[in-house]
């Protein structure tokens, strides 16, 4: 089946603790994003990967590393969280940035206590 | 600078149909989008219209896009108590590669 797999989907942690969501997906995608989606802000993006090794900031990088050392592979890196971060992520992947048929990952809930 | 605006609740009866709308302010638009995300689950690509087109119809599902007034609306026919979920209006602009804009989200309410 095709999909987009992030883990874990519930997480609490505490200030400081360094942590990684990880993304993965099976479609061969070249391109893949990170979201965060807030209350009333909709989603806004993080950081995006055209290709392997290629990475740019999107919106809200701050705080947020990541690496494509993979095609497959997108992990989302907080080597310091704070309760700001405390929000619902999502990874996303695509053929290209045209984003027509993107796949979206069921989401990772963050709590940052 | 770019936004994406849409109310943020809207409740209906069953079998009524539902008008879900937004507003955008970017003119470089090349797609437009309603995306679906039911509860625990990620966004999914409900429908989309390229830029150059004011209408399209798919099944229950109606978009209208009026360029001039940068207006788009998802309409539902016969709307069903499983269309409950939070639909996002998205927007693919261009400049430095292609850039998605999402709205906060208009949670559908579906009175049995």
């Known amino acids: 089946e095709a999909q987009v797999t992030q883990n874990p989907r519930y997480l609490i942690t505490v200030t400081g603790k360094k942590l990684t969501v990880t993304c993965s997906q099976n479609?061969?995608?070249?391109?893949m994003s990170w979201y965060r989606q807030d209350p009333g802000l909709g989603l806004r993006q993080i950081y995006y990967s055209m290709n392997v090794e290629v990475t740019d900031k999107g919106d809200v990088p701050e705080g947020y590393k990541v690496s494509r050392k993979e095609k497959r592979n997108f992990p989302l890196i907080l080597e310091s969280p704070s309760p700001n971060q405390t929000s619902l992520y999502f990874c996303?992947?695509?053929?290209?940035?045209?984003?027509?048929?993107?796949?979206f990952g069921s989401g990772t809930r963050l709590t940052v206590v | 600078g770019e936004d994406v605006e849409q109310s943020l609740f809207l409740s209906v009866r069953e079998g009524d149909s539902s008008v879900i709308n937004c507003t955008y302010t970017d003119s470089s638009s090349t797609y437009l989008y309603w995306y679906k995300q039911e509860p625990g689950a990620g966004l999914q690509l409900l429908t989309y219209i390229f830029s150059n087109m004011d209408m399209k119809q798919d099944q229950r599902l109606t978009v209208l896009l009026n360029k001039k007034d940068k207006h788009l609306s998802l309409r539902i026919a016969d709307t069903q108590t499983g269309d409950s979920a939070i639909y996002f209006c998205a927007e693919s602009i261009r400049g430095g590669g292609f850039k998605t804009i999402f709205g906060a989200g208009t949670r559908l309410f579906v009175k049995a």
């Open positions: 996303a992947s695509s053929f290209s940035d045209r984003a027509l048929l993107r796949t």
């Open positions: 479609m061969n995608h070249e391109y």
